[in-house]
């Protein structure tokens, strides 16, 4: 059975930074690629990043561009999301997911749908 666990979540003022982690255990990390979501109080859950298992490929919200950046260790069997800048906008619980790549890379892997497993979530909360 596939587990994804977050860590690194917290409190950070308005400005700051904070790297959350996901941790994919029990299925072969390289098939799959990773994303980060996140839901914020009364909204629907939103996509963030994603990368795929080579780490050659990444999409990312128009929201967080240029300010958080996704990353992969193979070796770890881990996904970072590094983000700065941030704002009391990006307050949320920040989710991360693993779905099968195969052979293809395609802008679906920004869709919630296309991931097969999905982790417990980190809040994040920025404070002003």
């Known amino acids: 059975q596939v587990q994804l666990v977050e860590s690194g979540g917290g409190v950070v003022q308005a400005g700051g930074s904070l790297r959350v982690s996901c941790v994919v255990s029990?299925?072969?990390?390289?098939?799959?690629?990773v994303g980060w979501f996140r839901q914020a109080p009364g909204k629907e859950r939103q996509f963030v990043a994603t990368?795929?298992?080579?780490?050659?490929?990444?999409y990312y919200a128009d929201s967080v561009k240029d300010r958080f950046t996704i990353s992969r260790d193979n070796a770890k069997n881990t996904v970072y999301l590094q983000m700065n800048g941030l704002n009391p906008e990006d307050t949320a619980v920040y989710y991360c997911?693993?779905?099968?790549?195969?052979?293809?890379?395609?802008?679906?892997?920004?869709?919630?749908?296309?991931?097969?497993?999905w982790g417990q979530g980190t809040q994040v909360t920025v404070s002003s």
């Open positions: 990368i795929s298992w080579s780490a050659r490929s990444t």
């Open positions: 997911a693993a779905g099968r790549q195969g052979s293809t890379w395609s802008s679906t892997f920004q869709l919630g749908s296309t991931y097969n497993y």
């Open positions: 029990g299925g072969t990390f390289i098939t799959y690629a």
